[in-house]
């Protein structure tokens, strides 16, 4: 009976993270460069029944396998291509990558299914490469972004909305002078100015082979541990990358309003079932403890 109890319990707390996570998502709607969450649930370890008799040298029969309960054991960023609208603001940037990965065994490109990931025979998974602006995130350590809502402040300091400084190629914070109706901004992020023509920087833009790899950090960020920079193959945007650098865009969150709200619903159903098995094995030990221990 308490295997019941401590499996629907298990149920209800999963459920719960799933509807925060749902309820972030849907909170973030209207974010630019947002990446929707996923919650990943997975059951515990499944043990065998068996049947054992009471005879000497009777063989035991297997029943079955029971399941113990389920975990949401990790939250997942869906780190595909946003929907760019324009803003006109020539403050704002969006990227517009579609990159793609050659197959090392058949030198074809990777067939990546919606959510940007590709699950091989063997079970390994491959995300597909993702460009993000480079910007100081926290503990001066490199963030990313897709949020290209940027502003010069007072200084001429290059600042994202949340006031990171803007890196360029070269590793350094862009700085300008005046505002950023004197520049252009090509395709690749190269900054000119509009009287000169001169070059005067590039915004950074950083390539991550396997964003997967990448840890949300808060304020729209992504941070690459030291440990895993090697693996999450990070680089610098070479010629090759089929990436776009739009000014006077911005790109839109990831997240499906209509879904969002049919994976709540469906949260909360899943929740209450849970629910009532809980008070179902609660009044059944309340008759086991008060009513059968009179007997």
């Known amino acids: 009976m308490l295997r019941g109890l401590y499996t629907a319990a298990s149920g209800m707390i999963t459920q719960q993270r799933r509807h925060d996570t749902i309820t972030q998502n849907i909170a973030n709607i209207n974010t630019p460069g947002y990446k929707e969450v996923e919650s990943i649930e997975r059951s ?6 068996s049947l054992s008799g009471g005879d000497q040298g009777q063989t035991s029969r297997q029943i079955g396998r029971i399941n113990t309960g389920v975990l949401a054991e990790e939250s997942v960023s869906v780190n595909v291509q946003g929907d760019v609208r324009q803003t006109n603001s020539l403050d704002d940037f969006a990227i517009v990558s579609e990159m793609n990965l050659p197959d090392p065994a058949t030198g074809q490109n990777i067939p990546f299914d919606a959510s940007g990931k590709y699950v091989a025979d ?6 597909r490469p993702q460009a993000f602006f480079a910007v100081t995130g926290k503990d001066g350590e ?9 502003q010069l402040d007072g200084a001429g300091n290059l600042r994202t909305s949340t006031g990171n400084a803007v890196l360029g190629s070269n590793g350094n914070p862009v700085t300008l002078q005046g505002s950023m109706s004197d520049y252009n901004v090509d ?21 991550v082979n396997q964003p997967g790899l990448m840890t949300r950090t808060g304020d729209g960020l992504f941070q690459i541990s030291a440990a895993n920079t090697a693996e999450a193959g990070v680089r610098q945007l070479q010629a090759a990358d089929n990436v776009e650098v739009r000014q006077g865009y911005l790109e839109g969150s990831t997240v499906d309003a209509a879904a969002s709200m049919v994976e709540l619903s469906a949260a909360l159903r899943a929740y209450e079932a849970n629910q009532k098995i809980v008070q179902f094995y609660d009044k059944s030990l309340d008759k086991t403890v008060n009513d059968v221990g009179r007997v």
């Open 44 to 49: 515990f370890p499944e043990m065998l029944i």
């Open 122 to 127: 063997n079970g390994t998974i491959t995300y």
């Open 142 to 150: 490199t963030g990313y972004t897709r949020d290209g809502n940027f």
């Open 187 to 207: 395709s690749r992020g190269v900054i000119s100015s509009k009287q000169t023509g001169q070059q005067v920087g590039q915004i950074g833009i950083t390539v």
